[in-house]
């Protein structure tokens, strides 16, 4: 191999480094770089098994940062990269002119001993580029601890660190890429293998709501579900009962491989950024042990009310539900906590209540929209990265008021265009019983007495079948039918639970 690092001017000078004290340069490997350039010289199809991970930024030296820029853009528009046809764009460039001139192009093609290493030597100018910047965050970080600014406190840097570490990882990242419809086709049969085997015969994370398992075959990996509503619907109510039920239903065994594998449930992770948790543990503890909540917060309990809600806490004690009351959390943060409970304790399901409630950090502005938008994306990459359905409360509009029939839809999302883009699935809680209970009728001035009764009758016998009666509206989703779902709604627990109809009931009830 030739030897062209002469041309080169350096990339730092060592003897700037201060008398007794020993300079380390950053890793680089210029070898390697004028390599690769030189084998994408000679076959210019050597940059289809690099471009997917390298920019051109990831070069140690400018000039080689530059000459790969040129041939990316000449040969994404079907021109054939040569020393001839490179000089035209680089032969002006001063740091050419200093490396030699375009007589270090011609350098570059010949010192190519072969043409077939070309992805190795990308991939470790891939890797010191990544070491470098490491350094850089590094430098950044200690600066920034030392100085002292009201409006961050430690916490912020350490999580904006991990949220820049995590964007200098996924960067540039090799996994991904095609694979065969036969691998595709293997993982498939597995899932549906677990879910033959598993009892409730679902494909995905049970929410023991029988009716709506059926609807949505579980909470599918994956998957970023919307759950709407207006204000007093339960949608709170509906999430924290979803969150309760998979993580009371989780059991793992441990395969023959020694691997923990998960036979039903789902270790949750439950994101309450507008009750504490004291008061979400409050509420599931009211479910659970059937005694108001109101009489739990004010002391009202008869010792067999105490007795059991106790008993209830004991079994309730090793569930796998992880809360976390932080309000006005970044995107950043809780795709931070989530990677960090994922990898200390396992997580199957994400629930965040609500939506409209995080920020996507700085940047916005104030443009809400764009905030949203950015946070339904980041909310969709967090369930496809931890491969868990993340399922995210959400606001409706008043529209739904000033319309007779009260039943959402999906132009009731706030900020509905990027909410429904990127959701999978989007579900709306509806109780017809809270607008009954607010329209009793009242006698008009020229109305009959019998006509009145009558109206007030069909009122009565409208409100009856809507007591205790709670209707999911499954109004998109990507894997299955949509419609609705009747469910129990117990106001006085809040708890929602399967409707038995009519043709169920046995006999002796």
């Not at 059991?251 to 507008?274: H, I, P, T, W, Y």
Request: contains cysteine; proline residues 4%.
């Amino acid at each position: 191999m030739l030897s062209i690092m002469t041309s080169l001017p350096q990339l730092i000078d060592a003897g700037a480094a201060p008398e007794g004290h020993s300079f380390r340069q950053p890793p680089h490997n210029l070898e390697a770089e004028q390599q690769l350039l030189g084998t994408i010289l000679l076959n210019n199809r050597a940059l289809e098994r690099v471009s997917e991970f390298l920019l051109p930024e990831h070069f140690a030296h400018g000039l080689h940062s530059r000459i790969f820029e040129a041939c990316q853009k000449l040969i994404e528009l079907g021109n054939v990269v040569t020393v001839v046809t490179l000089k035209a764009y680089l032969e002006a460039d001063p740091l050419l002119k200093e490396a030699g001139g375009v007589g270090y192009l011609a350098r570059l093609a010949e010192s190519v001993v072969t043409t077939v290493n070309a992805d190795e030597y990308g991939r470790q100018i891939h890797d010191f580029a990544l070491r470098r910047t490491l350094i850089d965050m590094g430098q950044e970080m200690v600066n920034d601890a030392f100085e002292i600014a009201i409006e961050t406190n430690a916490m912020d840097q350490i999580e904006g660190m991990e949220q820049k570490l995590y964007d200098l990882a996924t960067t540039g990242r090799q996994e991904g890429g095609f694979q065969d419809f036969a691998t595709a086709l293997t993982t498939a049969i597995s899932m549906a293998e677990a879910a033959h085997r598993r009892e409730g015969q679902l494909a995905g994370v049970p929410t023991d709501l029988i009716d709506l398992d059926k609807k949505l075959g579980g909470l599918h990996p994956s998957d970023l579900l919307i759950l709407a509503g207006r204000p007093s619907m339960g949608k709170t109510a509906l999430a924290t009962n979803i969150a309760f039920n998979a993580a009371k239903l989780y059991r793992e065994q441990v395969g023959d491989n020694g691997r923990r594998e998960v036979l039903d449930g789902a270790k949750v992770a439950f994101f309450s950024l507008e009750m504490s948790a004291e008061q979400l543990a409050t509420r599931l503890l009211a479910q659970e042990a059937e005694i108001s909540s109101h009489k739990i917060r004010t002391g009202e309990l008869s010792n067999d009310d105490f007795a059991r809600m106790v008993q209830v806490s004991h079994e309730l004690h090793h569930m796998p539900l992880f809360i976390d009351d932080t309000p006005a959390l970044t995107i950043s943060a809780v795709r931070t906590r989530c990677r960090r409970l994922a990898r200390q304790q396992g997580l199957g399901l994400i629930v965040i209540d609500y939506l409209q409630l995080l920020t996507a950090g700085p940047g916005f502005g104030e443009s809400r929209v764009q905030e949203v938008s950015a946070i339904t994306r980041g909310l969709k990459a967090l369930a496809k990265e931890l491969d868990v359905p993340v399922i995210a409360l959400s606001q409706l509009s008043r529209a739904v008021e000033q319309r007779e029939d009260k039943r959402p839809q999906l132009s009731d999302l706030r900020e509905s265009g990027s909410i429904e883009q990127d959701a999978d699935v989007v579900m709306f809680v509806y109780r017809e019983q809270y607008y009954l209970e607010r329209t009793e009728p009242n006698r008009k001035p020229e109305e009959s007495e019998d006509k009145f009764q009558e109206r007030h009758r069909a009122w009565m016998e409208r409100s009856e079948r809507a007591h205790n009666v709670a209707e999911v509206i499954v109004a998109k989703q990507r894997h299955g039918p949509i419609g609705g779902v009747k469910l129990y709604f117990d106001g006085n627990f809040t708890k929602f639970g399967n409707l038995i109809g009519d043709a169920e009931v046995p006999d002796e009830y």
